[in-house]
């Protein structure tokens, strides 16, 4: 990529998309194509198609989706595979059809079997079944990889696909019912503190394990394997260690400096038992996160006190 390439971010307002726009910015790019959901709507075929021929984009960084956390996942089923499937299908057809020169599609971890084993290593794609509560999200994701690589194998497209852990960070979505694990205890510690509730109820039973990486580590990996990576399959991205959500929880309630006490609320699911991701392809490739969690919570919480 050039400095002055016509770069278009699709989701640019999401957590993935500002994180990967706020880094481009930093290195210098400058020639941006943006819209909101409201500007275009990704669903739309049509609109997409003229979106395309008209503005011709360079390079694609396709972190468009619609996402949320377990409940948000397992409750609007229909919601999640229909507008993942027409969004990443409308933008990797219409950047084949106008020649873009590199598409980059970011996936979830979620996309691996329920039971793989752990480290989950990309060769375990469609290696047996998935998680149900978030099944329709994995199977349109899971589409959007063979898209990409069909493109390459059909047509020479160079479309890749990148696989990110659990992520968090600025413009996160902090909404208690649809928000992932870490907003939201994040939230749930802080309202608790200001409002000296007694205790702060996490789902499930605390022993599912997760890995979580910064926005901006996941932003840096992203641009880094749009310059180096030109292959097909997918490419894992986190930071290879992971922690319990127990663990977790304790280590948010005390960056908040919370002093209540912390209940787990067995009616809500687990989930995955653990997810987490083999990240050797990565580092082989020469990247490395740099964010670690304590601080990357602690930046994160800094900014949320700002705004609430
Ligand atoms: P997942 O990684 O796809 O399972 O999505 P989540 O980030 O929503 O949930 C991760 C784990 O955290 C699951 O075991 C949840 O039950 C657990 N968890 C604990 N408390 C919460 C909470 O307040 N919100 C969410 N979303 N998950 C929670």
């Known amino acids: 990529m050039e400095k002055n390439s016509k770069i278009y971010i ?5 957590m993935v998309g500002s994180a990967i726009h706020r880094y481009l910015i930093g290195k210098g790019f400058n020639n941006f194509l943006l819209r909101t959901s409201a500007e275009l709507d990704l669903r739309n075929q049509l609109a997409v198609n003229n979106f395309f021929e008209t503005e011709k984009p360079e390079y694609v960084f396709l972190a468009a989706a619609k996402v949320g956390g377990i409940i948000s996942n397992n409750t609007y ?6 507008e993942n499937t027409m969004i990443q299908s409308n933008i ?11 598409l980059l599609f970011l996936g979830s971890s979620c996309i691996y079997p329920k039971l793989a084993p752990q480290p989950m290593s990309e060769d375990l ?9 978030n099944e329709p999200y994995a199977i349109a994701k899971i589409a959007g990889i063979k898209m990409c690589d069909a493109y390459r194998e059909q047509y020479g497209c160079n479309f890749i696909s990148v696989m990110p852990t659990n992520l968090y960070g600025p413009n996160d979505n902090y909404d208690l019912q649809n928000a992932h694990v870490l907003p939201s205890l994040l ?20 022993s599912p394990l997760r890995e979580f990486l910064h926005a901006d580590d ?4 992203s641009c880094f394997l749009m310059e180096k990576y030109d292959a097909a399959g997918l490419v894992n991205i986190g930071t290879g260690t ?4 127990a663990a977790l ?8 400096e919370y002093e209540g006490a912390i209940v787990y609320d067995h009616t809500k699911p687990d989930g995955t038992p653990r997810k987490l991701l083999d990240v050797s392809k990565l580092h082989d490739l020469g990247w490395k996160h740099t964010i670690e969690l304590r601080d990357g919570i602690t930046a994160v919480y800094n900014s949320y006190k700002l705004e609430n």
């Not at 699709?10 to 999401?14: D, E, I, L, M, N």
């Not at 089923?77 to 229909?82: G, L, M, T, W």
């Not at 990797?92 to 590199?102: E, F, L, P």
């Not at 794609?125 to 509560?133: A, F, R, V």
Request: aromatic share 8%; no cysteine.
């Open 10 to 14: 699709a989701g640019h307002r999401g």
């Open 77 to 82: 089923r229909a919601d999640f595979i229909y």
């Open 92 to 102: 990797i057809h219409a950047s084949y059809v106008t020649k873009v020169n590199k």
């Open 125 to 133: 794609l469609l290696t047996g079944p998935l998680e149900y509560t």
């Open 187 to 206: 939230r749930k510690f802080h309202e608790a503190k200001i409002n000296n509730i007694p205790a702060v109820t996490v789902w499930g039973t605390g």
């Open 218 to 221: 996941l932003a840096s990996a």
């Open 242 to 245: 992971d922690l319990t959500i």
């Open 249 to 256: 929880a304790s280590m948010i309630k005390e960056v908040v």
